[in-house]
């Protein structure tokens, strides 16, 4: 079994930064793609950023180019979300998320829950105005 672990979570005032990071333990291996979701209240699960290994291929949903920059390393099975230029619509709860073995067609579906077989807890992100 694998687990994933975030931490970095907190409450920032509009415009400021926060990172977010994972970590994978238990049963792991190399990853073969690593993402961040966000939920937020009474708004469905949506995809914010993932990278893709070995390329370092990165996907980012339009909302948080420019501002949010995910990083990682799929050895040690560890990603990191960069945000800045925090608005109060980025609040939510935000989830890493883990594919462990190759997935044909990610590179156009990585912005499906579906494609993730491993979630985290959450870690809450609040952005005051």
């Known amino acids: 079994q694998v687990q994933l672990v975030e931490s970095g979570g907190g409450l920032v005032q509009a415009g400021g930064s926060l990172r977010l990071s994972c970590a994978a333990s238990?049963?792991?291996?190399?990853?073969?793609?690593m993402g961040w979701f966000r939920q937020a209240p009474g708004q469905e699960r949506e995809f914010v950023a993932a990278?893709?290994?070995?390329?370092?291929?990165?996907y980012y949903t339009d909302s948080v180019k420019g501002r949010f920059t995910v990083s990682g390393d799929n050895a040690k099975n560890k990603v990191s979300l960069q945000m800045i230029s925090l608005k109060p619509a980025d609040t939510a709860v935000y989830y890493c998320?883990?594919?462990?073995?190759?997935?044909?067609?990610?590179?156009?579906?990585?912005?499906?829950?579906?494609?993730?077989?491993?979630w985290g807890q959450g870690t809450q992100v609040t952005v005051s105005s």
């Open positions: 998320a883990a594919v462990k073995k190759y997935t044909p067609y990610y590179s156009r579906r990585y912005h499906l829950q579906s494609q993730y077989s491993y």
């Open positions: 238990g049963r792991t291996s190399s990853t073969y793609a």
């Open positions: 990278m893709r290994w070995p390329a370092g291929t990165t």
